[in-house]
């Protein structure tokens, strides 16, 4: 788990870099607010066109050697950004960088999901909060590596995942032997819920929309509203995702204790209520204030990560792939994708706007979490598989 974690945190930081670099896309390369969250979208396209392909292939076979392939391509297209004179090769770039983050993955929380035991939203969460810490240190990253070599710095996005990748690579033998015997069998493991898996796909989806365009343009809101310079956007950007981190931890030990929904609920409606405070008590630039609202705003918005992940395998266990693939991959990419209609109403109406825009969404998400069945539809299918996970526990390796 912990390599599974760690090589998670060197993904999810190249999806954070983007979203960092754009205050200094829009003054260096003179790129508009839409055009800026358009790279966020190339990214978001070829992430959400090959996750559940890759998925489902790897339901059939699998391909633990995606992980490291997929580390390298992730931090390689970031690394072309920063290099692109035009936005269309910008857009190369961040495409290749999505054929990273989609390669990645549907292998990496399929390893994460048989090594996490019996209590999987607790174990889990230690995979989900290495994604936190990516998208925490991305920003720091991209500052530190921009202020020292300006846009050309984004070559360094490249060490992380190599040196990772590789010791993906030289695990690989190790990494197999956790997998259980009924995946090598092709025994049933229970009845797929696809009706249950449509309506927690949505609400990744439109919880994603808010993430996304929250992340997108908090650097813009710190710059624009609460007159900070670029690199204390980023590093309140920091401070908001490092607070993800704490919401992941505990969302996945209340998600096994108390339920699965009351997490993904819970988590909205006050990600809905946050936002809402931070624009009414900070519009006019109290920038102090907007930290402590950032951090708890942080917390609650990813406390729900885990919990959903868990719940997609759970009502697709014999299609662990590709549940990952979508709730990681399609869903949450499908979400990203929204950033350039969020670029919109900035242009149009301000950053506030588009801190409220992602309020409204959140309220949308927990009200899609109240179709989802009761919780003891899903403690029913977790009875049914930890007889199978214990087994495999004890298992030498």
């Not at 072309?80 to 770039?93: A, E, K, N, R, S």
């Not at 390893?111 to 174990?123: M, P, Q, R, S």
């Not at 995942?161 to 033998?173: C, D, N, Q, R, S």
């Not at 609650?300 to 792939?321: D, I, K, W």
């Amino acid at each position: 788990m912990a390599l599974l974690a760690t090589a998670h945190v060197t993904d999810d930081l190249n999806q954070s870099f983007i979203p960092a670099l754009l205050p200094y896309l829009i003054v260096w390369r003179g790129l508009s607010h839409t055009d800026a969250g358009t790279l966020v979208l190339a990214q978001a396209i070829s992430s959400s066109v090959l996750q559940p392909v890759i998925g489902y292939v790897a339901d059939r076979r699998s391909m633990p050697w995606l992980i490291a392939i997929g580390l390298m391509l992730a931090g390689g297209g970031v690394a072309l950004v920063g290099f692109m004179p035009t936005l269309p090769l910008m857009w190369i770039g961040a495409l290749i960088s999505g054929i990273g983050v989609a390669s990645f993955h549907p292998e990496a929380a399929r390893f994460a999901n048989y090594v996490a035991g019996a209590k999987k939203a607790t174990g889990m969460r230690w995979f989900a909060a290495g994604g936190n810490v990516g998208f925490a240190v991305g920003p720091i990253f991209a500052t530190a590596v921009v202020a020292a070599w300006g846009l050309p710095g984004t070559l360094a996005a490249c060490i992380p995942v190599t040196v990772i990748g590789i010791i993906v690579l030289l695990e690989l033998k190790r990494l197999r032997t956790f997998i259980p015997a009924h995946a090598t069998s092709r025994s049933g493991q229970g009845t797929d819920d696809w009706a249950s898996f449509g309506k927690l796909s949505a609400f990744v989806t439109v919880r994603a929309m808010a993430y996304f365009g929250f992340v997108a343009f908090v650097p813009l809101y710190v710059v624009e509203v609460l007159h900070g310079s670029p690199a204390v956007g980023d590093s309140m950007l920091t401070g908001f995702l490092l607070a993800g981190v704490l919401g992941t931890l505990s969302g996945g030990v209340i998600a096994d204790r108390f339920g699965r929904r009351i997490v993904l609920f819970s988590s909205t409606v006050l990600a809905a209520l946050m936002t809402a405070v931070l624009v009414a008590l900070t519009h006019q630039g109290n920038l102090l204030l907007a930290i402590p609202l950032l951090l708890v705003t942080g917390f609650v918005f990813v406390a729900s990560q885990s919990a959903f992940v868990v719940l997609g395998q759970e009502y697709l266990p014999n299609r662990m792939g590709l549940a990952s693939g979508v709730t990681l991959g399609l869903a949450v990419s499908l979400g990203g994708a929204f950033s350039p209609v969020m670029g919109a109403i900035a242009d149009a109406h301000g950053v506030s706007a588009t801190i409220l825009a992602s309020g409204v969404l959140s309220v949308i998400a927990a009200l899609i979490t109240l179709t989802l069945p009761g919780e003891r539809h899903a403690i029913a299918a977790r009875a049914a598989q930890t007889p199978v996970d214990v087994a495999n526990q004890s298992k030498p390796g």
